[in-house]
RNA sequence: GGAGAGAUGGCAGAGUGGUCGAAUGCGGCGGUCUCGAAAACCGUUGUCCCGCUUGCGGGACCGGGGGUUCGAAUCCCCCUUUCUCCGCCA
């Protein structure tokens, strides 16, 4: 959430940096303006009287020890009548600060300076790009073709059970998956992530704490009659462990890694590229999720980065980074890099992992702070990537690693798999 | 699901209507002593908001919300949560 004084103190750089995102917020940071003062000036007045109130509590105490009940009566009436106009106080300020919530919490994360301004996928800016893209052959196979020629995946028999979106993984399609978490939380784990088992499900000051509230409301499933949501990434649990949280300065970074189920609704998406792997409402993720001090963010990100390239390597696939531009960035995200695999038999790019510092965005809502060695708490960066996304890294590697009609599992993947091939 | 007992500062733990933001201990930070360290001793030690601004003043916060009262950590109601016992159960 953006801080009330990071507006009053310029607000037209915070209309000019949300602009980047394609948000034309005068009119919400203007009303935002307008209701701060008001709430300024109301806090003043309500503080003066619960002074003038505490001092009359004190004094009739003292008087009615030493017997002046007389005296205690007057100061009882002054004292009923400020109870009356600072309860009306009171609720006004309570209205105004909710007024003041609601208007700041619709307003997304300002961009980073690096930050290119444009309208979608179509302006991100690919700044790598590794591995041989294999010419689409004859002999080639799309990934649902292969898991259901060797029924390692059945679209049609979680349809039954549950719907659209929902597979089954039968078999090696199944430890295939399985063997790709321990991969993926192995790395992790060697690169210093301590892991994590979150629930699944999450109450909504959680939901509001990563900023899937109110953002995504609606993609998310829920249990309403409990008021919980199924997370749609590990990174909301994860990081909501740390809400309401003052670390010291030297537990930083934390990094923990957790995988998950996810769970997405996706409304909207029906259609177009969602066959197969490529979109799901349960997916399996292994996400990384740290916690830095704002001046070591931004080499953080980059570390994170590295991380998750190092994983794409390992898994011998083709793949590109880019770096988002302000329109197609998410609510949250002052920087987000996104990975995308090149599936080979679709002919196109797939996305396949998100790495962002949120800065203190997410950190401000959920009141998470470090304390460094001047004692003085400060707000801390959250940052987390998928490492990674198991669908579209299976369809890529299913179709990529496809040849004399069997699927070649990578050397990195054999000792977790059991198996080097599919036929 | 039923019955009972709790929830207080980083931690432990006092406080059952009045100068309590809260005793005490531990921990943390600073200092004295020491070549240095330990011990001992002295001091200090929460978060947020508002106002004049290197400092000071005011306000809020004792799980959350509401109520009683001139005054609530303390009394009453609701909620959340933890523990113990019973029931059910992977």
Not at 194 to 206: D, R, T
Not at 322 to 331: A, N, T
Not at 366 to 378: E, I, N, P, S, V
Request: net charge negative; proline share 4%; aromatic share 8%.
């Amino acid at each position: 959430m953006l801080q009330i004084q990071t507006i009053r103190k310029d607000a037209e750089e915070v209309i000019r940096c949300l602009s980047v995102k394609n948000v034309d917020a005068r009119a919400i940071i203007e009303e935002v303006l307008r209701i701060d003062e008001e709430r300024r000036g109301i806090q003043k007045e309500l503080d003066d009287q619960l002074a003038e109130a505490n001092q009359i509590a004190k004094s009739v105490g003292i008087l009615f020890k030493e017997g002046k009940t007389d005296e205690a009566a007057v100061l009882k009436d002054r004292s009923a009548e400020l109870k009356k106009s600072t309860k009306a106080l009171e609720e006004k300020l309570a209205a105004l600060e909710e007024a003041q919530q609601q208007a700041l919490i619709v307003l997304p994360n300002l961009p980073h300076s690096s930050v290119k301004p444009g309208h979608s996928a179509e302006d991100n800016e690919i700044i790598h790009q590794e591995g041989t893209i294999i010419p689409l052959s004859e002999g080639m196979l799309p990934h649902w073709e292969i898991t259901s020629n060797f029924r390692l995946i059945d679209f049609e028999l979680g349809s039954k059970i549950t719907g659209a979106g929902f597979p089954v993984y039968l078999g090696k399609g199944a430890k295939l998956q399985r063997a790709l978490i321990s991969f993926f939380l192995d790395e992790a784990i060697k690169a210093g992530y301590n892991e994590v088992q979150p629930p699944l499900m999450v109450n909504e000051a959680s939901a509001y704490g990563t900023g899937q509230l109110p953002d995504k409301d609606g993609q998310m499933y829920t249990a309403t009659l409990d008021k919980l949501f199924m997370i749609p990434t590990a990174e909301v649990p994860v990081t909501n462990l740390y809400r309401d949280v003052i670390l010291r300065e030297e537990e930083l970074p934390v990094m923990n890694v957790a995988y998950s189920a996810c769970f997405r609704r996706e409304a909207g998406s029906y259609g177009k590229d969602v066959r197969g792997l490529n979109r799901l409402h349960q997916f399996d993720k292994v996400e990384i999720v740290q916690i830095q001090h704002p001046d070591k963010s931004y080499a953080t990100l980059e570390e994170m980065r590295e991380h998750v390239a190092g994983l794409l390597r390992k898994l011998e696939l083709p793949f590109r980074i880019l770096r988002l531009c302000g329109g197609d960035m998410s609510f949250t995200s002052a920087l987000t890099y996104d990975f995308e695999v090149w599936s080979a038999a679709q002919e196109k790019w797939l996305e396949v992992s998100s790495v962002s510092n949120f800065e203190t965005f997410q950190a401000h809502r959920m009141k998470l702070r470090f304390k460094g060695k001047d004692g003085k708490a400060q707000t801390a960066h959250t940052l987390n990537g998928s490492a990674l996304a198991l669908p579209r890294i299976v369809a890529a590697l299913l179709e990529n690693h496809y040849s004399n009609k069997a699927v070649h599992i990578p050397q990195a993947l054999v000792p977790y798999t059991g198996f080097e091939t599919i036929e």
